[in-house]
């Protein structure tokens, strides 16, 4: 029979695989960093009313980009697929359509006007950052005028009223057996009719205006993209907010296995176990410590590396074990020399003397440093230079044998500059 303990550990393993792969799903797509728009660069990328001046700078048929009535009409092509618009309501002479923004009204001002006097009218309403008002577009539904256009000129069947979002919001539209009511164009399908106007062949359009319209379809990219990023935060956040109890209990499962397991394991393995480094012999050694922050870290060195005799001198490598560097799979390893003793500053002196040479012998995962009487490091191993399989000790193992062996030509550095003391005069470094 399974014991409680037992259940408890299989029922938080389970739910872990399930969060993982829900996190999985909803961090799948890549970071793919891409050029700011204009409105973003000048931080207006929300302002609504820049939005709506530029869709209806190219809307406009009469305006100098030079597309006529090409994005006009690819946008009433969307908005003919979502009402009873017809091209056959459309005056072939484009000149004869009407834009306005901000057209004031008795019951408003909807963000853009399109119409063609006594022949149809759309009100457009656009949201970028605002929320969705569903009172709003019930007095625009039941408008008498627009600006100079009278409402009641123009046949019920010939009234048009468009709100774009980035999607459809809950509650819309608000009165669905209304005899008039909004129909919904989404921000994405503003973008795809600007790239069917930009696609190529598109040499008859001048070149600064594509780039301007393209500009505006990566402004609604941003967008688009912002909200859906938004909206998967969201889910992780929940995510993390029911899994939490078992992240925890994870979490300290692996900081417990780190203080108590590997730890302790490191310093048999390296120095008797199966990962001792090829130069390894009596005459290397460990010093183990252990406090709170960092159970089980220790310093390697040879032992003439430390002495506190004629010579005061603690030259040796460090390496702290921690659970935030096993869960990720990297290894930290440092090169340290410390106390402010004369024979230590000959040794910093000489090191940093012979920095040239010494750079030539040292791995490309290590970073050489300057040590002074207030910087400790001579050598610190590079971020992600080390990296095994996280959570597998074997992997772990192996990596902190071939830190130290990539470093036995540093170690032979050492050694000479040891040798050489005590000195008044750093020597030249020979190899």
């Not at 509650?171 to 399908?189: C, I, K, L, S």
Request: aromatic share 12%; hydrophobic share 30%; charged share 35%.
């Amino acid at each position: 029979m399974v014991d409680v303990e037992s259940r408890d550990v299989d029922k938080t393993v389970s739910d872990l695989r399930d969060f993982a792969q829900r996190v999985e799903a909803l961090t799948e797509r890549g970071d793919i960093r891409r050029p700011w728009p204009t409105l973003r660069i000048l931080g207006r990328r929300n302002r609504e009313r820049y939005w709506q001046a530029y869709l209806a700078y190219f809307l406009d048929p009469s305006k100098p980009h030079g597309f006529r009535g090409a994005v006009l009409e690819e946008v009433l092509e969307i908005v003919s697929e979502e009402t009873g618009f017809t091209r056959n309501l459309l005056h072939p002479d484009w000149d004869l359509v009407e834009i306005e923004t901000e057209a004031s009204g008795d019951e408003g001002r909807p963000d853009i006007l399109i119409y063609q006097p006594e022949r149809w009218f759309i009100c457009f309403e656009l949201k970028v950052n605002a929320s969705y008002d569903p009172g709003q577009l019930r007095r625009y539904i039941e408008a008498s005028e627009f600006s100079n256009l009278d409402v009641t000129e123009y046949d019920p069947e010939r009234r048009f009223y468009i709100y774009i979002d980035t999607e459809k919001p809950t509650g819309f539209p608000p009165d669905a057996d209304a005899d008039h009511e909004f129909a919904m164009v989404t921000w994405n399908e503003i973008a795809r009719a600007i790239d069917t106007v930009t696609a190529p062949p598109n040499g008859h359009y001048p070149i600064r205006s594509i780039e301007q319209l393209r500009d505006y379809r990566e402004l609604i990219s941003y967008k688009t993209n912002m909200d859906q990023d938004d909206r998967t935060y969201r889910k992780l956040k929940d995510e993390y907010i029911e899994h939490r109890d078992e992240i925890r209990a994870a979490n300290e499962a692996g900081k417990e296995f780190v203080a108590r397991n590997l730890a302790h394991e490191w310093v048999s393995t390296i120095s008797t176990g199966d990962y001792q480094p090829d130069f390894w012999d009596e005459n290397w050694a460990i010093h183990y410590r252990e406090n709170r922050d960092s159970p089980g870290w220790g310093q390697i060195y040879r032992r003439d590396w430390k002495q506190n005799d004629d010579l005061d001198i603690d030259v040796h490598f460090e390496h702290k074990p921690r659970w935030e560097h096993f869960q990720k799979g990297v290894l930290v390893l440092n090169l340290e020399i410390e106390g402010g003793s004369d024979a230590n500053d000959s040794i910093k002196s000489c090191w940093n003397e012979n920095k040239g040479v010494i750079q030539s012998r040292t791995p490309e995962t290590m970073e050489i440093g300057s040590p002074s009487r207030r910087n400790k490091y001579m050598l610190k191993s590079k971020d992600g230079a080390y990296e095994y399989t996280p959570g597998d000790p074997d992997a772990y193992f192996e990596a902190l044998q071939e830190a130290l062996e990539d470093n036995k030509p540093v170690a032979d550095i050492v050694d000479q500059i040891i040798t050489a003391l005590p000195f008044e005069e750093p020597p030249d470094l020979q190899f």
